[in-house]
């Protein structure tokens, strides 16, 4: 099985729409996640408390993120993982939602969208963006022109929230 765009597949190729629960409950399980591989929480168990969900859950919607060598051992997390989840990402014609696949693709949305705000509010020099030149999540290039940044950011543009929620899907 696997999750792309909010859709579960199944090897006999049936779909399956995740309800808003669910994608809920997977964001939190995600956000767990990363907070262990960012140092954030020691154990998986502190990250999950911290994020409002349970190890349990997080063992069952994320399974390939995770690794035990026997039973009753600690639970680590894996460095990457698999898993695919819809984003909103700054390109040249403004905000898109895509499908990050990865957590390495996730990752880069994160921080692109962290520098793109630090420079919106003059905490970064505009340079900062260089780093994303090329850089593409889910098929689409990271906007990296300061420039057009700045117009794109003139319009008020809210950018709060990097996991875009089945409700507000556009």
């Not at 999750?3 to 409950?25: A, D």
């Not at 090329?134 to 990271?142: D, S």
Request: no cysteine; hydrophobic share 35%.
């Amino acid at each position: 099985m696997s999750l792309q765009n909010g859709i579960l597949r199944t090897t006999s190729k049936r779909r399956f729409q995740l309800s808003p629960r669910q994608q809920e409950v997977r964001v939190r399980s995600l956000a767990a996640i990363n907070r262990v591989r960012r140092g954030q929480s020691k154990t998986l168990s502190a990250a999950a408390r911290a994020e409002r969900t349970t190890v349990r859950s997080i063992r069952q919607n994320l399974p390939a993120a995770l690794i035990q060598g026997r039973p009753g051992r600690r639970i680590r997390v894996k460095a990457g993982d698999p898993y695919s989840q819809l984003v909103e990402i700054m390109t040249d014609s403004g905000p898109l939602d895509v499908s990050a696949r990865g957590s390495r693709q996730r990752e880069l949305a994160g921080r692109h969208r962290s520098v793109a705000i630090r420079v919106l509010g003059g905490k970064l020099p505009p340079s900062a963006l260089e780093e994303f030149r090329g850089a593409k999540v889910g098929g689409h290039e990271l906007l990296s022109d300061p420039d057009r940044l700045f117009e794109i950011g003139k319009r008020g543009l809210p950018l709060d929230a990097l996991y875009v929620s089945p409700e507000s899907s556009r």
